[in-house]
């Protein structure tokens, strides 16, 4: 077990080590310079120059690379040139938003493609399973940006029931002690707080949520047709449960392992999507930042991002090979 | 008194081309004795089974005939009515106990089910039960198997897993739907004298398919025999072994193999035999038509 957590470990440093190199030679190799988008109108050349030296970009690019990685090691991120501020700082200050959005949009897919699945199962023999198909064919179909889009128009603008932007009402008392604000609303059962926070988070999480709600419906649907025709099924079909009660209590828990390998994939997937739904939403995580942080060649910050995300795709595959070896008790004694 | 299981006139096509599956079948069953189902693959025995047990495939439609189970037709009943009667009154012993248990459900679980479902047991009253049943079917150390999942079991254990699961709500009819076949021979004697044993304990019905006429002999009170889904024979076990009508019926008795007598060899059933056969049910076909 220590074994495997050290070899995990080393893998996940190694990976990451490779993300920081690539993300920061390719930023240097790339156009645009950050100094060009700070710099006013009336600079002479000594002050980009100056300039330039403040930031270490006028050293080399291995010097550069080594300063940078010395300062990680320590937990120094650099500081963001657009921002000036602690780019560690900048991300913890952001992350919160982004993981509560990213995990209300997974459960809402859970749900979602589940519920679709059991009835696809349920219907499997019916002419009305085509419906089913139909609106699993749609959600598979359309990306999260234009379920964004067609969203805004609809619940944004046509019936204005939801708010267009941001986390939480300006209005509202923001004196949180953590990140989660929706968490922390509901631990301090200010229900007030996170039905504004609900509403703020139901578009974005509805954008990000759909697709992968239809990738999940599609391999779970498939896996429990694959398990409802399988002996033991007949077997407890003959002992009298009901057809509702041998797709839950019989096939799920054959067919949850498959999904759930496919899913820890495509929720990564959902991660990077979060990049365009919160800037669409305005809403003030990691994703909507990185969109900033490009635009204005921050360099530190777009690193600082790139090595988050990296990190966070890294413990969702831990997690998923640890979840998929908990639904398997054939893999769980071996 | 009127048999238990009475099987009428039962006949099925296939959906997908109408070509018939079986071709008026009749048998009955009485309490407390074994009736053989016997015929080669695809002679409809599994067919009838499933029929049964109300889980036949949507390729088979029944066409004509009744089911009848005491007073009730399994054939037209409504379909939740039907699922409580066969989950409270049968029972079924697959033919693969590597296919039959949950892979993901611990064997005490899948053992009490029917308990809890029809015998209105608690949790606690049903796993009790669950552990004198597999004590039993001559089960080691119950306690531990029933936290245990299917695949720490071997196959001759899983068979006595689900021959306990069967006997579990005292079904008035069982089917053993050639529950041997994917067993040891070794295995395979064990398992058909434990089930014999339950069988006479508690006066059940049991409906036994299988293609050998050596377990027949073995258990059987009665057999029919099949030949594309038409009864060719049917009496019981004495008379079709020592006075079979039906040149069938001679020429599979002729056919088995005579561990007695190796000096006998094999003897494949002759061609003119299953021409016979094939002709009867032709006739049989067209007079239907006609």
Same mark, same amino acid.
């Given at each position: %077990?220590?074994?495997?957590? =050290?070899?995990?470990?080393?893998?996940?440093?190694?990976?990451?080590?490779?993300? &920081?190199?690539?993300?920061?030679?390719?930023?240097?190799?790339?156009?645009? *310079?950050?100094?060009?988008? %700070?710099?006013?109108?009336?600079?002479?050349?000594?002050?980009?120059?100056?300039?330039?030296?403040?930031?270490?970009?006028?050293?080399?690019?291995?010097?550069?690379?080594?300063?940078?990685?010395?300062?990680?090691?320590?937990?120094?991120?650099?500081?963001?040139?657009?921002?000036?501020?602690?780019?560690? !700082?900048?991300?913890?200050?952001?992350?919160?938003?982004?993981?509560?959005?990213?995990?209300?949009?997974?459960?809402?897919?859970?749900?979602?493609?589940?519920?679709?699945?059991?009835?696809?199962?349920?219907?499997?023999?019916?002419?009305?399973?085509?419906?089913?198909?139909?609106?699993?064919?749609?959600?598979?179909?359309?990306?999260?940006?234009?379920?964004?889009?067609?969203?805004?128009?609809?619940?944004?603008?046509?019936?204005?029931?939801?708010?267009?932007?941001?986390?939480?009402?300006?209005?509202?008392?923001? *004196?949180?002690?953590?990140?989660?604000?929706? $968490?922390?609303?509901?631990?301090?059962?200010?229900?007030? @707080?996170?039905?504004?926070?609900?509403?703020?988070?139901?578009?974005?999480?509805?954008?990000?949520?759909?697709?992968?709600?239809?990738?999940?419906?599609?391999?779970?649907?498939?896996?429990?047709?694959?398990?409802? %025709?399988?002996?033991?099924?007949?077997?407890?079909?003959?002992?009298?449960?009901?057809? @509702?009660?041998?797709?839950?209590?019989?096939?799920?828990?054959?067919?949850?392992?498959?999904?759930?390998?496919?899913?820890?994939?495509?929720?990564?997937?959902?991660?990077?999507?979060?990049?365009?739904?919160?800037?669409?939403?305005?809403?003030?995580?990691?994703?909507?930042?990185?969109?900033?942080?490009?635009?204005?060649?921050?360099?530190?910050?777009?690193?600082?991002?790139?090595?988050?995300?990296?990190?966070?795709?890294?413990?969702?595959?831990?997690?998923?090979?640890?979840?998929?070896?908990?639904?398997?008790?054939?893999?769980?004694?071996? | 008194?009127?048999?238990?299981?009475?099987?009428?006139?039962?006949?099925?096509?296939?959906?997908?081309?109408? #070509?018939?599956?079986?071709?008026?079948?009749?048998?009955?069953?009485?309490?407390?004795?074994?009736?053989?189902?016997?015929?080669?693959?695809?002679?409809?025995?599994?067919?009838?089974? #499933?029929?049964?047990?109300?889980?036949?495939?949507?390729?088979?439609?029944?066409?004509?005939?009744?089911?009848?189970?005491? &007073?009730?037709?399994?054939?037209?009943?409504?379909?939740?009515?039907?699922?409580?009667?066969?989950?409270? !009154?049968?029972?079924?012993?697959?033919?693969?106990?590597?296919?039959? $248990?949950?892979?993901?459900?611990?064997?005490?679980?899948?053992?009490?089910?029917?308990?809890?479902?029809?015998?209105?047991?608690?949790?606690?009253?049903?796993?009790?039960?669950?552990?004198?049943?597999?004590?039993?079917?001559?089960?080691?150390?119950?306690?531990?198997?029933?936290?245990?999942?299917?695949?720490?079991?071997?196959?001759?254990?899983?068979?006595?897993?689900?021959?306990?699961?069967?006997?579990?709500?005292?079904?008035?009819?069982?089917?053993?739907?050639?529950?041997?076949?994917? @067993?040891?021979?070794?295995?395979?004697?064990?398992?058909?004298?434990?089930?014999?044993?339950?069988?006479?304990?508690?006066?059940?019905?049991?409906?036994?398919?299988?293609? *050998?006429?050596?377990?027949?002999?073995?258990?059987?009170? &009665?057999?029919?025999?099949?030949?594309?889904?038409?009864?060719?024979?049917?009496?019981?076990?004495?008379?079709?072994?020592?006075?079979?009508?039906?040149?069938?019926?001679?020429?599979?008795?002729?056919?088995?193999?005579?561990?007695?007598?190796? =000096? &006998?060899? $094999?003897?494949?059933?002759?061609?003119?035999?299953?021409?016979?056969?094939?002709?009867?049910?032709?006739?049989?076909?067209?007079?239907?038509?006609?």
């Amino acid at each position: %077990m220590i074994e495997l957590v =050290a070899k995990r470990a080393g893998m996940a440093a190694i990976t990451l080590f490779g993300v &920081a190199v690539v993300v920061f030679v390719l930023l240097r190799v790339a156009p645009g *310079d950050p100094i060009a988008m %700070m710099i006013g109108p009336g600079a002479t050349a000594e002050d980009i120059v100056r300039l330039r030296a403040s930031y270490g970009l006028d050293q080399s690019l291995f010097n550069q690379f080594w300063i940078w990685l010395g300062s990680l090691v320590q937990g120094d991120f650099g500081t963001s040139i657009s921002r000036r501020v602690g780019v560690g !700082q900048l991300l913890l200050e952001r992350l919160p938003a982004t993981i509560e959005l990213a995990i209300m949009a997974l459960l809402v897919a859970i749900v979602l493609g589940g519920f679709i699945a059991i009835i696809g199962t349920l219907w499997r023999r019916h002419w009305s399973v085509g419906a089913v198909d139909g609106v699993n064919g749609l959600l598979l179909a359309i990306p999260e940006f234009v379920w964004a889009l067609a969203l805004v128009l609809v619940l944004g603008v046509a019936l204005p029931v939801l708010p267009l932007s941001g986390r939480i009402n300006p209005s509202l008392p923001t *004196d949180f002690k953590t990140g989660f604000y929706l $968490l922390e609303a509901l631990l301090t059962l200010r229900f007030d @707080l996170a039905l504004d926070l609900a509403r703020h988070m139901a578009m974005p999480v509805l954008a990000l949520a759909l697709p992968l709600a239809g990738i999940i419906a599609r391999v779970l649907r498939e896996a429990l047709g694959e398990a409802m %025709m399988q002996d033991y099924v007949t077997l407890a079909r003959v002992k009298g449960m009901s057809e @509702l009660r041998l797709i839950l209590s019989e096939a799920m828990r054959n067919a949850v392992g498959p999904t759930l390998a496919l899913t820890g994939v495509q929720f990564t997937f959902l991660i990077g999507g979060t990049v365009i739904v919160e800037k669409i939403f305005s809403y003030p995580g990691l994703g909507n930042m990185a969109i900033d942080a490009v635009i204005n060649r921050d360099f530190p910050l777009i690193q600082g991002l790139v090595l988050m995300f990296g990190v966070i795709f890294i413990l969702i595959n831990l997690i998923v090979d640890f979840a998929v070896v908990a639904f398997n008790p054939r893999l769980r004694h071996g | 008194m009127s048999p238990l299981l009475s099987i009428d006139n039962l006949s099925a096509v296939s959906r997908r081309d109408g #070509k018939p599956i079986l071709r008026n079948v009749s048998l009955h069953v009485d309490s407390g004795t074994i009736h053989g189902l016997v015929g080669e693959s695809g002679a409809g025995k599994s067919t009838i089974s #499933k029929i049964i047990l109300g889980i036949v495939s949507g390729g088979v439609v029944v066409t004509s005939g009744s089911v009848m189970l005491g &007073a009730n037709d399994l054939v037209r009943m409504p379909e939740r009515e039907k699922r409580v009667l066969i989950g409270s !009154q049968m029972a079924l012993i697959p033919q693969d106990p590597l296919t039959a $248990l949950n892979p993901g459900r611990r064997i005490g679980d899948q053992l009490t089910d029917s308990l809890r479902m029809w015998k209105g047991m608690g949790h606690k009253a049903a796993w009790a039960r669950g552990l004198e049943l597999l004590d039993h079917v001559a089960i080691r150390d119950p306690q531990r198997v029933m936290g245990l999942f299917p695949h720490h079991l071997s196959g001759g254990m899983r068979q006595r897993v689900l021959i306990a699961a069967a006997f579990a709500i005292e079904p008035k009819l069982l089917i053993a739907d050639e529950p041997t076949t994917a @067993l040891d021979a070794t295995v395979q004697k064990q398992v058909l004298q434990l089930l014999k044993r339950l069988q006479a304990e508690h006066g059940t019905a049991v409906v036994f398919v299988t293609h *050998d006429l050596g377990v027949v002999a073995q258990i059987c009170d &009665a057999v029919t025999l099949l030949f594309q889904g038409k009864v060719m024979e049917q009496g019981t076990a004495e008379t079709i072994f020592n006075t079979p009508s039906h040149a069938y019926t001679r020429a599979l008795l002729a056919a088995s193999p005579r561990y007695d007598d190796p =000096a &006998a060899g $094999l003897n494949p059933i002759d061609d003119a035999v299953i021409a016979a056969c094939r002709a009867e049910v032709a006739q049989f076909d067209g007079a239907q038509h006609a």
